[in-house]
């Protein structure tokens, strides 16, 4: 197995389609308003699912032996990647989550 493109082909496409995702929805959903339809909202999802299929079919071109098996390793570990890093993300961006019970606003004397 070529271990080196199997990698470099699954975190390549999990970057490339995490950062796709989090830029077409960062960017592409504001402009479209809070009225937008369901398909709109779904539509930044098919970064990552493009870049995933495009790594597959470039392992399986690029490989001479089992083919079959490497392009479903490289689609299987750049789905992980990228789910990975989609949950992440906001994790480590260090936006404060808001708090369940806010305090109470105290009184002056």
């Known amino acids: 197995m ?3 493109l199997l990698i470099a082909a699954s975190l390549l496409a999990a ?7 989090y830029a077409a929805a960062r960017y592409l959903l504001p402009a479209a308003g809070w009225n937008a ?8 999802l098919l970064a ?15 490989t001479a032996r089992r083919r079959a098996l490497q392009a ?10 990228t789910l990975t ?14 708090e369940l019970f806010p305090a109470p606003p105290s009184k002056n004397i």
Not at 48 to 62: D, E, M, N, Q, W
């Open 2 to 4: 070529r271990w080196k």
């Open 15 to 21: 970057a490339a389609g995490a950062g796709a995702c």
């Open 37 to 44: 339809p369901g398909w709109a909202a779904a539509l930044p």
């Open 48 to 62: 990552p699912l493009g870049a995933i299929t495009y790594a597959a079919i470039f392992v399986y071109r690029h």
């Open 72 to 81: 479903a390793a490289t689609a299987l570990l750049a789905s992980l990647l």
């Open 85 to 98: 890093a989609l949950t992440l993300a906001p994790v480590l961006s260090g936006r404060p989550a808001q």
